[in-house]
Nanobody
Framework: QVHLVESGGGLVQAGGSLRLSCAASGRTFSSYYMAWFRQAPGKEREFVSAISGGGNVADYADTVKGRFTISRDNAKNTVFLQMNSLKPEDTAIYYC???????????????WGQGTQVTVSS
C-alpha cells in the first residue's frame, strides 16, 4: 500500500514563495512518475506538474510554467514543488499523486496524498 504525505503549505503574500514536499512509502519510489495537482474552492482538480521516475523529465501546466519547479530526491522518497512568484489564483489545496505512467489526467494516478493548503493573499 502506497502512502503519500504532503507538507509545506501555508499562507503567503503575493510574490512570495513556498516549497511543498511529498513523502512517499510503500513501493519503489524511483519507478514511478510523481505529480502535483491542485483544487481551488468551487473548481475541479487540475494538473500542475509531473516528473519522471529518474527526475530527468518534467512537465508543467502553462499557468505555472516559469514560476514552479518540480524535483525529487529518490534517496529520500520525496518529491518537491518549489513555488515562486505566487499569485492569489494559486490558492488551492495541493495534492501529490503517483502513477506508473506519465499523464496529466487525474484518473491515471493510482495513489494520492491528503493535500496541503496553500493560500496566497493579495
Amino acid at each position: 500500500q502506497v502512502h503519500l504525505v504532503e507538507s509545506g503549505g501555508g499562507l503567503v503574500q503575493a510574490g512570495g514563495s513556498l516549497r511543498l514536499s511529498c513523502a512517499a512509502s510503500g513501493r519503489t519510489f524511483s519507478s514511478y512518475y510523481m505529480a502535483w495537482f491542485r483544487q481551488a474552492p468551487g473548481k475541479e482538480r487540475e494538473f500542475v506538474s509531473a516528473i519522471s521516475g529518474g527526475g530527468n523529465v518534467a512537465d508543467y501546466a502553462d499557468t505555472v510554467k516559469g514560476r514552479f519547479t518540480i524535483s525529487r530526491d529518490n534517496a529520500k522518497n520525496t518529491v518537491f514543488l518549489q513555488m515562486n512568484s505566487l499569485k492569489p489564483e494559486d490558492t488551492a489545496i495541493y495534492y501529490c499523486a503517483q502513477s506508473r505512467y506519465y499523464s496529466r489526467q487525474i484518473n491515471h494516478y493510482e495513489y494520492w496524498g491528503q493535500g496541503t493548503q496553500v493560500t496566497v493573499s493579495s
